[in-house]
């Protein structure tokens, strides 16, 4: 075992870490600990754009954009953290600007904007163009940027680590603890994946920006390493989980791939049509058809192929058209994409409509923050030293549906708090608190214990029937049977799991072992995705229940707070627990409490949602 000490340690090197640790490491002694090599991080695959009201292109400003993601979220947003994010926004492109990104620009040379769904001028007049982006890598220039400005500040990394454990001085899973008692994070457990070597990381300040969790589905845009380890490890300590029944599908998914082709498509022009060559988003959302928000365009065409209008063979995908558009438009704002289209189908998007259909997408939900991106132990307690941002986190700027290119914001703006906070945090701290006595043992433990099973169940089958059972159960449309059929599910998946092993059994680059760990953050995830969705018995943003189809704003204008006791625990998770949302499951040796967190509402009344 190798200990070391830092003032801040990041886990994550994606857009949300490395943001913080360009912020954090100007005051601070920091690490950033990533178990890929951080330009690997799924940042570099976001392709459209980051929304800011630059207003280089037509009128705009940021009040728009908070009523937009405020609307966009069905309500569910904490509006004073939309209002920072649209705020923020501003400068957090300028500052990217500055650092080097290469922004496609208009012929006066301002940064460029596009349009994307559910972004619009004077409160959903028409849509506007606020998504500034490098062609349809984003994401990629946003990475590069970063990591680019990291490794000139001298920040330093430990890649290929992975963080299996989060060490605080109290056991939020057993302790009663109470209201006001502090709680502190001191450290972060990491296997090193060339050697197998356990290390410690003792730290003052902890920052989460692990990303998201799209692999709890088969058909998802996110890449292989998105098993939501930061929500897992934080929620296996005893931490509320925030909003997890809300999961992005993404209306355009190359059909049975689910590999992602941006909305920038349509924001360049780009028009969904049925079996029969109808705009059929006309009848959805009259105002602004195909760049209404995800959840709407998701469920409408999931909703045309179910009542026959799909097309192809199986009727069971619709079509992205873009054959009215130049080619040469084509291959200056969509050249990625558009190539995708022409590897993984065999289309030629210049003549052919390509073939589409919802891929699961993003996590609205995750580790819940402040709006300085310290993490809360209740509804509304922190943890001292601890920080969350980025997909991993729930600030909650979302809510019920994030809209597109407010991530790639979220990071920049979220990030740079958090790892300003954390800074902040570890100057008032004179010294490095204790650390428990055998840090490493939890993760030792389950280690040898899945290294050392002879044979048992295998990863790859496991990992396969949630994936199945979670897009045939808690995709677009839920009911109370399906998520009951997924939680029944995953109860025998959880119990499979425990006879897992690995063939691989050695120290070295041992990739089997830890598939087999994040397989067991997934399951965790997905858990509480079901029991949260089963628990919400309304419909809103990326949450649809066709027996409650209705938004219920008397029963569940609330943020869900779930969390993992033991199951001797009281049920009540805080004092704050409401109506509905008191709710246990029982999973054998824990269970899963639902609690509940007011929604912040400063301006705007909630409203019927229409586009
Ligand atoms: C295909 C695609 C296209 C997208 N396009 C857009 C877009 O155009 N606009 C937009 O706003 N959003 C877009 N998104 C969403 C957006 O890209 C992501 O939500 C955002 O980039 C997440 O950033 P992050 O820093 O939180 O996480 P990531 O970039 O996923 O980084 C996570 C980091 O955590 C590390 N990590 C994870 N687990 C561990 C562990 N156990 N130990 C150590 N390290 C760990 C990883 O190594 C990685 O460095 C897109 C997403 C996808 C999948």
Redesign the pocket.
Known sequence: MQTHQYDVVI?????????AALEASKDARTAV??????T????????????AALANVEDDNWEWHTFDTVKGGDYLVDQDAAEILAKEAIDSVLDLERMGLPFNRTPEGRIDQRR?GGHTREHGQAAVRR?C?AA?R??HM??QTLYQNCVKQDVEFFNE????DLLTDHDLTTEELDDDAEVNATGVV?YDLASGEIHVFQAKAIIF????A?KIFKT????H???G??MA?AYRRGLPLEDMEFFQF?PTGLAGLG??L???ARGEGGILRNADGERFMERYAPTIKDLAPRDIVARSMANEVREGRGAGPNKDYVLLDLTHLEPAHIDAKLPDITEFARTYLGIEPYTEPVPVYPTA???MGGVPTNVKGEVLRDSHNVVKGLYA?????CVSVHGSN?L????????NVF?KRSGRSAAAYAKTVEQHLPIQENPTERVEAQLSEMRDRPDGERVAEVRKALQETMDANAQVFRTNESLQQAADDIRELQKRYRNVSVQDKGTLFNTDLLEAI?LG?LLDIAEVTVLAALNRRESRGGHYREDFPDRDDTNYMLHTMAYRRPTSAPDAADGHVEGYFDHVEDFGDYKVVLGSKPVTQTRYEPMERKY
């Open positions: 886990v994550g090197a994606g857009g949300a870490g490395m943001r600990i990533s178990k890929l090599y951080p690997r991080s799924h940042t570099g695959a976001a392709q459209g754009g980051m929304a994307f998504a982006y349809d984003t994401g946003i990475l680590f992975y963080v299996l990491a920006a692990t990303g998201g799209g998802t845009s996110n890449a390493t998105l098993t380890d930061g490890l993404h590999i992602l941006s909305e920038a997408h993003y996590a941002a980025g997909e991993v986190a994030r597109g290119t407010n991530s790639l914001l979220d990071i990030g994040e953050f």
